[in-house]
């Protein structure tokens, strides 16, 4: 079969200018002179000008006004006989890339910002005429910022399964799964501890401010305990009303009290042959601390009512956020019983001093939280860098929520710094590494704030580290991002040395 190969009368309505005209990237042409002779429409809403203001231009003056060019690659990565790169990194320089492409007879690809900030490839490539001379030189210029999102997306997706990576080789290494969440020294510590105190029976008492995981520690050493197959029984001495806590706990006869219509067993019953947490123990009633230290020296005990002995056979652990030593001089707290609750004592450091566990807990809880909401959320660096530095009075507790929250907020799968910084009380402000020179009493909108913010860590890291190499390091972003960022805050460069 033979295939008809002409056009209809009608494609003589479409040209390349027209086409070009439908192209979503802006384009622009230049003659040999390095005028403009060309711009399609995208170009025009891109660059905020008009085709006849457009042509006859020299686009060395259009583009000096609206871009500095810069690469973020090596020479030696790209060069070859049809590319011609340049390797600038702490400079600049305005000449267009039609005007290289124009001169050097090569396609030249640059990266560049336009106006809207946005990230721009332009690639020019030069058209030779039949005697071998540029007569023209084509310019595509494509944008970057969907490439960049989705590279910090895919970062970020790394990270996770490096950490996943990581734990699973832990646990064929150790046989065993913890869900103490942390690579710090002092959670490396408590982990080391646990091995050597799980098995035994010994009394724990665990320390720590609200919300840093005193529970999960609790429910840790019973899981590697030999009474894993046993209940465990948790007990909120604050949450129990006084004048109930004692049949709580111990259980009660037939008519010990109005309203006992029937004997009950206690939580110490229940939890009989496992294991029991006495959690918030500094908020126990000074009247019923004799009855709890007779329960644990003798291992029996009575209900309420009762006259009959029950043999316990329970392993204790405790916890609370309250300094029982202090409690113990106000006269609030039983010494005796103290000395028989802390047997093995660990505390939980706050999260503000274990930094580096941050990131992990982020990772964990945007997993966890993406499956339950059935969504696709990631930090971009600098939200993860914000996240990191905040002093998180509520511990662990308020971080989970703050990153429910930003999971369940929001359309765009990305989660960006602004997010971040909305996330807490209104009442007070980040505090971040560098402290700022601003807070939410100013009248200053949030992207002033931001930028404030940037301002002053790319500042201080410069002084710090004087090239922008270790700088972007340090901030955890690329070495051009440092570059561009501080030419557009005016960021003099009195740190180098």
């Known amino acids: 079969m033979k295939y008809n190969y002409s056009f209809p009368e009608s494609y003589k309505y479409l040209n390349a200018f027209f086409v070009s005209d439908l192209v979503d990237l802006p384009i622009h042409i230049i003659n040999n002179e390095g005028l403009i002779i060309f711009v399609n429409k995208t170009w025009c809403d891109v660059y905020k000008m008009q085709k006849h203001e457009a042509y006859g231009k020299h686009i060395q003056e ?17 060069a070859n006989e049809n590319i011609y790169v340049y390797s600038l990194f702490d400079k600049t320089t305005s000449q267009s890339t039609a005007i290289l ?19 721009l490839m332009v690639t020019s490539t030069p058209i030779f005429n039949g005697k071998n001379e540029v007569e023209y030189v084509f310019t595509l210029v494509q944008d970057l910022t969907k490439i960049s999102d989705l590279k910090e997306r895919l970062d970020a997706e790394i990270e996770k399964n490096k950490i996943l990576c990581d734990k699973i080789k832990s646990l064929k290494e150790n046989n065993s799964y913890s869900k103490i969440i942390g690579n710090s020294k002092k959670i490396k510590e408590i982990k080391s501890l646990l091995a050597s105190v799980a098995k035994t029976d010994a009394s724990v008492l665990i320390l720590g401010e609200s919300g840093v995981g005193k529970e999960v520690l609790s429910k840790e050493i019973y899981s590697n305990s030999l009474r894993n197959d046993k209940p465990f029984i948790t007990v909120n001495c604050a949450a129990i009303p006084e004048n109930l806590l004692e049949s709580e706990m111990f259980g009660y006869e037939k008519g010990a009290f109005t309203g006992a219509v029937k004997a009950k067993e206690g939580l110490f019953e229940l939890a009989n042959g496992g294991t ?26 009575m209900r309420v009512g009762g006259t009959k002995k029950i043999p316990l056979d329970v392993r204790v652990i405790s916890a609370t956020n309250e300094n029982l030593l202090t409690q113990i001089k106000t006269g609030n707290f039983r010494q005796d019983l103290y000395y028989r609750l802390n047997v093995i004592p660990i505390k939980i450091p706050p999260l503000r001093e274990r930094k580096d566990d941050i990131k992990l807990f982020c990772l964990k809880f945007l997993e966890d939280f993406n499956i339950k909401y059935n969504r696709n959320k990631f930090f971009n660096d600098k939200a ?60 200053i909108s949030l992207k002033d704030a931001v930028q404030s913010l940037e301002r002053k860590l790319i500042q201080d890291a410069l002084k710090k580290y004087k090239t922008t190499y270790k700088a972007a390091e340090a901030l955890k972003t690329t070495q051009p991002t440092i570059v561009r960022k501080a030419k557009l805050l005016g960021i003099e460069k009195n740190w180098e040395v």
């Open 62 to 78: 259009i583009m000096s006004k609206h871009l500095d060019y810069f690469l973020s690659v090596n020479e030696d990565s790209y």
């Open 101 to 119: 492409a124009l001169n050097q007879r090569k396609k030249i690809s640059m990266v560049t910002h336009a106006p809207d900030n946005r990230k």
């Open 276 to 301: 029991i947490l006495l959690d918030e123990i500094g908020t126990m009633p000074l009247s019923l601390q004799p009855k709890l230290l007779r329960v644990l020296q003798e291992n029996e005990f």
């Open 384 to 443: 993860l860098f914000y996240l990191e530095q905040y002093e998180w009075p509520g511990n662990i507790r308020e971080l989970k929520n703050a990153i429910e929250r930003l999971v369940v907020v929001g359309e765009k799968d990305v989660i960006c710094a602004n997010q971040v910084l909305t996330i807490t009380n209104p009442n007070e402000l980040i505090k971040l590494e560098s402290n700022n020179n601003f807070d939410l009493e100013e009248d």
